[in-house]
Structures are given as C-alpha cells and as structure tokens.
C-alpha cells in the first residue's frame, strides 16, 4: 500500500492536476477570506469554512478522476492488478494520495484563523470543529470520486459524473422539503425502499427465495407498525433524506459540538465506498 500510495502522490505532483487542484482550492478561498473576513473586519471564521464547502463540488472531482480511470484508458490497471499488493491495498493508497493531498491544501488555509487569531478574536472550539467537520467531510467526498474514478473509464466523465453526484448530496437536504410529511406518503416510501433492498437482493443472489422472504418480513414489519405506532412514518421520507445529509451533520461542527454518532458515520460512509470500490474492481478482475 505505501508503494501506491507513494506513486499515486508523485503522479499529483508530476502532472499538473495536482496543481490546479492546489491552486483552484486556494485561489478560491483566499478570495472568499478577503471579502468575507478581512474587508467586513468579521472574525467568525466557522462562517468561512462553511462558506466554502461549495468549492468541493469542483475541487474533489479533479483531485479524484484519474486515480482509477486514468489507469484504464492506459490500459496499465491490468499490470497494477497482477502486482503482490492487493485491491484494497490499492484502493487504500489511492485514497490515502488524495486524502492527503486535500489535507496540504487545507492546512494551508489554517494561516487564515492565526491571522484573525493575531488580529482579531478567534473562536477556537468552533474553529477546530468546523476543521475536524470538514476533514470528515472532505473524505467522504473523495471516497465517492474514488468509487466513481473505479466505475468509469475516462477520467472527464469520472469528473463530470462525481460533480453531479456530489451535487446530489449537497441538495439532499432542500430536495427533502417537497416531499410530503403524511404517514400514507411515509408508508408507501418505506414499502418502495423495501422493494429495492428487496431487487437488490435479488441481482445480487439470484435466487427467488431471499428477496421473496425479505419481501413477506417487510410487509409483515410495515403493517405491524402501521397499526401500532403509526407516527413512525410521519414524515418518513424527510427523516430518511435527512439520516443521509453529509452536510446537515457537519453543521454540528461548525458550533464546536463533536458527535460520536457523526464521526462513526462518516468513517461509516467511507467505508462503505472504498469497500464497493474494490468489490468493483475485483469482479472486473475476474471478469
């Protein structure tokens, strides 16, 4: 893993995305920092990460679209798979390159609160939280665009595809608004989520049986709760969307308040991607 993760880190700095993404990153901002903190004298620097997380729609799609497939269209996956280091071995060290490049380029914007710390009052317990909030974050982000680099052949549809995704998530909490918060709408979102979690054992097994039995035990569970304690599905659909916010969880952060729950979620979620990741790659290896 440290021979990859060596590697991928020198390709950043070799090649020129490594410095665009650098150089994007802090243009960005540093502008941000000058009209929303220095010119207005404002001290509150939480206001300044959150203010910036938008710039992770564009800055993490260049930072992660060629780890994978780059590989791909150079046809050189196949000599990286059938070296002595495994496939999570190398989706770790791909992630880690990007992880700690996205780290150097966040440091850098530590200098910005020692400036208001020097001439101003910093509010230090919001300010470290809003940076352990963002680093989770950050990962969770650059675990997607690793999943989505592994998935995709060439490294600008990766991109392309990893900004929509990712502006997906960003809008999840003010897509959640329309939906309509009455138990029936709950109720049948809770049985079509249950239908897909259902198919998906289907493709996955491909034996009727499974999906057939987790289908009757679903309705059996909806239809008890339905009778018993209905406010369960009153706003379902809402609460749901909301339990998948990345960024309605970082806002604790940006307060100083650090949930355990929070961080096991995003540790949780990065998981999750690296594991399909090399899932992903692995059938293709056999394949």
Do not use: H
Not at 125 to 142: D, H, K, N, Q
Not at 171 to 186: A, C, E
Not at 236 to 260: A, E, H, M, P
Request: aromatic share 18%.
């Amino acid at each position: 893993m440290i021979a990859i993760l060596k590697r991928e880190l020198r390709s950043y700095f070799l090649t020129p995305m490594g410095y665009i993404y650098m150089g994007f990153f802090l243009l960005i901002t540093g502008i941000y920092f000058v009209f929303g903190n220095l010119l207005p004298m404002d001290s509150r620097f939480s206001g300044f990460l959150g203010s910036i997380l938008l710039i992770y729609l564009f800055a993490i799609p260049m930072l992660t679209m060629r780890l994978f497939s780059e590989e791909r269209r150079q046809k050189t996956d196949q000599l990286l798979l059938t070296s002595p280091v495994s496939v999570a071995e190398i989706v770790a060290g791909k992630f880690l390159a990007a992880f700690i490049l996205f780290l150097l380029t966040l440091g850098v914007t530590v200098l910005y609160a020692l400036v208001i710390a020097v001439f101003g009052e910093l509010a230090v317990a919001e300010t470290i939280g809003g940076y352990i909030g963002f680093i989770f974050l950050g990962a969770s982000y650059i675990s997607v665009g690793v999943f989505i680099s592994a998935a995709t052949e060439n490294q600008i549809t990766a991109g392309m595809i990893c900004f929509f995704s990712l502006l997906m998530i960003w809008l999840l909490d003010s897509v959640s608004q329309i939906f309509p918060t009455d138990i029936k709408s709950g109720l049948i979102a809770a049985g079509t989520l249950g239908g897909i979690c259902c198919f998906f054992l289907y493709l996955n097994t491909k034996n009727l049986f499974i999906p057939l039995v987790g289908t009757i035990v679903c309705a059996g569970v909806l239809t008890v709760l339905y009778f018993f304690n209905q406010n369960i599905f009153n706003g379902f659909i809402r609460k749901f969307f909301s339990w998948f916010s990345l960024n309605q969880r970082y806002q604790d952060f940006t307060i100083g308040i650090l949930k355990v729950e929070s961080l096991f979620y995003y540790f949780s979620f990065c998981g999750l991607f690296l594991f399909l990741t090399a899932q992903l790659i692995e059938k293709r290896r056999w394949n």
